[in-house]
């Protein structure tokens, strides 16, 4: 999503992602205490440390919805959830986001946290601390009590994650929870066509020639083409649920990242129609559910997920103390 960079060179697609929910020490309640109090003067501060910037903005009853010069900013009541691709620095503002909420609303405590990314297409290119995860779960580990996970091969594809220890006077999240991640690569080269300007004027052409309007018709979309191509859009559901499409569409090095917290028993039907509109090569596919999700009896159902035209390489279960984490790696199938 680079606005500078030619259609043929090399941008980084894989996206850092923060999610962190706040709380009181005392469980008491406060106006004070909504993080969508925070003025966007404040975050576009933030933000300047990591290196990007809002590019747009619209919020419902629930969420505040940001997209950015490099991916997305949401912020409800209690969350924050910041994605940011390319050579960002994400990880440097975390210290001043904990400074901000602690002085701005009336939360004292993170109850929980969760890090994670796609290992880099070229990690080299990244600007400290995100040259490597050893060296983001170091920063982290200044700032929390945390332990970093690896799902998949080290050598080849695989997916990082930092999230916080159990605290023992606290048990957490307390509301039905669930977060799906699907990141595609060497994707159909004439799909990713459509989020040039080559092709497409606007985001809004784009995103219906791609059929992205279909995937979850009535929501509230913010979406941005970029110049000369890179595609952003955030979407809006009642309730407080989100969905957020990032693509790079560089011939080369072609990423598409695709993230929701819309509650669903399955989201078999959802990733098909994923497949059929971006045409990846391969996938991974990562599912946070907690224990009042209703994504929380889904694990047993991916050991007979089948998409047609793939073959499922890995499947990953971990069990932490309030969510049950899925990672599954598929490739296409030889022809």
Known sequence: M?????YCDFFEGTEKLLEIWFGRRDD???ANCDLRLIPRSTWEKLLKIVKCEIISYKKNDHLDSYVLSESSLFVSKNRVILKTCGSTTLL???KALIYVVRDMTDFDIVLDLFYSRKNFIRPE???KPHTSFEDETEVLDELFDGSAYCLGRLNRDC?????LNPLEDFIGVQVPDQTLEVMMQELDPKIMKIFTREVC???KEATMKSGIDKLFPGIMIDDYLFEPCGYSMNGLFKGGYYVTIHITPEPKYSYV???TNYPQESYSDLIARLLKTFCPGKFIMTLFANKLSVAAIAPGLYHRMDFRGFCRKELQFSHFKNYDLTYAL???APS
């Open 92 to 94: 440097r503002a975390v």
């Open 330 to 332: 598929f490739a296409k």
């Open 125 to 127: 290119l990244q600007d």
């Open 159 to 163: 997916w990082y994650l930092y999230t």
């Open 201 to 203: 004027s606007n985001a």
């Open 257 to 259: 990242s695709f993230e």
């Open 2 to 6: 680079d606005v500078k960079a030619n």
């Open 28 to 30: 008491s309640s406060s």
